[in-house]
C-alpha cells in the first residue's frame, strides 16, 4: 500500500526531523559553526548519496537556522543550481525541495517585511511563494 510507504520512518527521515527540531530549538550559532564544514566537505563528494545527505541538511535547517544562513543564501542558490543537472533524480529531487524551502527568503530576505522594488516595496505574498516554489519543483521533476 501507498500510504503505508509514505509513513515509514527510515534513518534518512528520521535524520532531517531532527534536523529541523533543533534548529528550531538551539540558536543558529550552536548549529552553524558544526553543521556548515560537514555540509561543505560533503557537497563535493564523488558518491551521490554523501551529496544527497549534504543537500537534505541544508533543506532540513531552513526554517530553525534562516537567519544564521541569510548571508550564505545567494551563494547557496548559486552552488545549488547547477545540481539540479546532476545524473542522479534523487540528487536533483532533494536539491528541488532544499531549494523550495528557501525560496521565501531568497524572495523576501530574513528580518525583513519587503523588497524594495522600482516603484517602492514589493510584498511577495506567501501563495506566490509557494507557486515559485512548485513551479521549481515541478521543472526539474518533468525533466526527468
Known amino acids: 500500500d501507498d500510504d503505508d510507504e509514505v509513513r515509514v520512518w527510515n534513518l534518512r527521515k528520521c ?23 560537514i555540509v561543505e566537505q560533503r557537497l563535493s563528494d564523488p558518491d551521490w548519496k554523501v551529496r544527497e545527505s549534504a543537500i537534505l541538511a541544508l533543506g532540513a535547517v531552513s526554517e530553525g537556522c534562516h537567519m ?7 551563494g547557496m542558490v548559486k552552488m ?17 525541495w532544499s531549494l523550495g524551502r528557501y525560496i ?13 522594488g522600482p516603484h517602492g516595496p514589493v510584498i511577495v505574498p506567501e501563495n506566490e511563494v509557494s507557486r515559485l516554489a512548485s513551479t521549481v ?3 526539474v521533476l518533468s525533466d526527468e
Open 68 to 74: 544564521g544562513l541569510a548571508p550564505y543564501l545567494t
Open 15 to 37: 535524520s532531517a526531523a531532527a534536523l529541523d527540531m533543533l534548529s528550531n530549538n538551539l540558536d543558529d550559532t550552536e548549529i552553524l559553526p558544526l553543521l556548515l564544514p
Open 80 to 96: 545549488l543550481l547547477p545540481v539540479l543537472q546532476d545524473p542522479r533524480p534523487m540528487v536533483r529531487i532533494i536539491t528541488c
Open 137 to 139: 519543483s515541478h521543472c
Open 104 to 116: 521565501q527568503w531568497v524572495l523576501i530576505p530574513p528580518g525583513t517585511d519587503a523588497q524594495q
